[in-house]
Each structure stands twice: as C-alpha cells, then as structure tokens.
C-alpha cells in the first residue's frame, strides 16, 4: 500500500477506536492512553499521527461528519422516488439502523460534550445540520414545502426534532424501533408539506 | 426550626450543590466528595443524609422535576389567557431564562447520563414529558389542535424537539435568546393548531 494511502487508513482505524471508547466510556474515558489500548498500538505509535488528545478528537468528530455526508451523498443518488430519499436520508441520521448506530450516537457525544470544552458548537459544520439543509433546499425545489412555512425556522426546528430523537433512540430502547422514529419523521414531514409522504 | 424540615432542607441543599458540581464539572465529576466540597460540608455529614451516591443522585434528578412540576403549576394558576400560559409553560422549560437556566440543564445532564448507567430511561417520570402531555390535553379541550393531529405522536414530536432546542441552547449560546427559542416554540404551536398562537 502507498504510504501516503496507509498513513491516512491507520489514522482512521485509530479515530474509529477513539468512537468506540467514547461510546464505552463516555468522553471522560477518552484518553490518548484508552484509545492507543482500544486500538492495539503503542502510545509513542498514537504520537507519532496525533499530536496530541485535541488533534485526535478533532479528528475524529470531522471523520464522523465526512462519513455521514458521504452516505448522504450515496442516497441521493439511488435510483428511488425524491419523497422516499428524503425519508431514507432522514432516517440515516437517526442511531436505529445497525450501521448508522455508532455514528449518530459518537456525533451526538461530541455535540454534547462541547459544551464542556467552552467552545461555541458550529452547526455549519455539522454533517446533520447540513443535510437537513440540503433535504429543505429539496422540498422547496420540489415544491413540496407548504408555501407559508418559514425555511430557516424549518431547518432549525427539524435539527433540533432530529437531536431530540437521536437522544431519545440512545436512551429509550422502545423508540429505537426504526418504525417509531420512522413514523414521526414521516409525519413531520407531512406537516410541513402540501403532499403526503 | 423543627427538625423533619430542617432535615428536609440540608437534603435540597446538598442536591442543589450536586447540580453545580454536574454543570460545571459534568457528570464523571459528580462524587459525593466534590459535591460534599461545593456544599461546605464534611462527608460524614454528607452520608448522615445520603447512604450512597445513587441516592443523591437520584434525589437531585428527582428534585429537578419536582420544581419544575411547582413552576409548572405556578403558571398554570396565572391570570392570563390560555393560550399564553402554554407558550409561557413551554419557554420555562428552556434553558434560556435566568432563573430556569440551571434547572433545565441539569435536568439534561441527567437524561443524557441515564445511557451510561444502562439504565432505561423513564420518560413518564420526567418533568418536561408530564408538561407536555399536559399541554397537549388543554390543545384537546381548548379545541385548539388540529383535527387530524396524532396526539401520541404530537406528544413524541414536542419531547423532542424541547429536548433539541435545550441542547442547542446550551451550546450554541446564539440561540439561548429568549426570542429566537420563543419563535420557534410559537411557530411549531402554530403549525399543530388551526388558531394562531
């Protein structure tokens, strides 16, 4: 494998060790140390991709919002009706499925956890804000939006519905059925919409 | 003062320490020491009324919900007309206003907190969830909600979408204004009911 190729594929298997202690052990257990051990490598080994901590959450929270895009960007390419890949993007962003389930809920740990850090949170880079951007960009191209809903207002109470739910799938196991916060989604989006979804 | 009450009150005192400690220290820093430290009292005095840190942490959440319960109520006795004390109950619920601020981040705090215990949340004891199946019920018999809306589901909805904008107001200070988090709460008010709000 070309260097350059391996260097960035290890730095990946280590933020995706990092996602799995933080979801074990909460972001206090999110030590360089804890994640070297998760990851079967030598402190000095860690080291010598990340700096330091900060530089390897940083990391890993971006790898989280460049893989949630990247499936966004998948789905919206399907060869499906608009109305159903606007669900089924949706949906992905919520911790149900088997695949999505980690990143939704390392996403939302890091969310959380800013607040800890003093930092003012960044919803623009947010993977989940910009989708629900880029699904309300849709219904008003599709003429799907009701014609008086306010678009900004819109995104901003579909981002925080969708935290809200993914919060609810971490810790309500009963809500985690994909068919329970597959219902509320649908029938959110028919309240904002002229047509059923 | 007689001594069940002032028992009672050292027991407010110590969990009103607690959620100090569990705002600024987050949650891994809430031991009965540091909590002990915050309320200036010795940890023998601490464990005269707590037996464990389970039991002052279940009874520091709990306090969180009685008081919002009572403010709650305190509004609903107000001289106001209805539908200004649904807006009003709902805004109280926000981390925005000075006075709730504490409450209803620590009160988040806790929710979040329930998944590493492994525990399962219980949505029917949380304070927010009884408020907003309250309010649904007074959108049922002031015939405000809309005709065709699912009260289950609107009640779902509502949970999180509160639950989403009390995380954003919490780390993304720009929207802890009052009057953003107010139009958002009006505008989905709004789009449930057939009267504006």
């Not at 109305?83 to 990143?103: H, N, R, S, Y």
């Not at 740990?109 to 919803?123: C, L």
Request: aromatic share 8%.
């Amino acid at each position: 494998m070309p260097k350059l190729i391996e260097h960035a594929k290890r730095k990946e298997m280590i933020a995706e060790a990092a996602w799995k202690v933080i979801l074990e052990q909460g972001m206090e257990g999110a030590s360089v140390r804890n994640i070297a051990k998760e990851a079967g490598i030598s402190l000095g080994s860690l080291r010598y991709y990340f700096a330091s901590q900060n530089d390897l959450l940083g990391f890993s929270r971006d790898l989280i919002y460049q893989k949630t895009a990247e499936r966004m960007t998948r789905i919206f390419k399907l060869d499906m009706p608009p109305k159903e890949k606007i669900v089924q993007v949706l949906l992905d962003l919520m911790p149900a499925a088997g695949e999505t389930k980690l990143e939704a809920e390392v996403r939302l740990v890091f969310k959380i956890h800013a607040r800890h850090q003093g930092e003012v949170f960044d919803a623009e880079k947010d993977s989940v804000y910009l989708a629900i951007k880029e699904v309300m960009s849709y219904l008003v191209l599709l003429n799907l939006l009701k014609k008086d809903a306010d678009v900004h207002l819109e995104t901003e109470r579909m981002y925080s519905l969708l935290d809200g739910l993914a919060l609810d799938g971490m810790i309500r196991p009963q809500l985690l059925e994909t068919h329970k916060l597959k219902r509320i989604i649908v029938y959110h989006l028919n309240s904002i919409c002229m047509e059923e979804f």
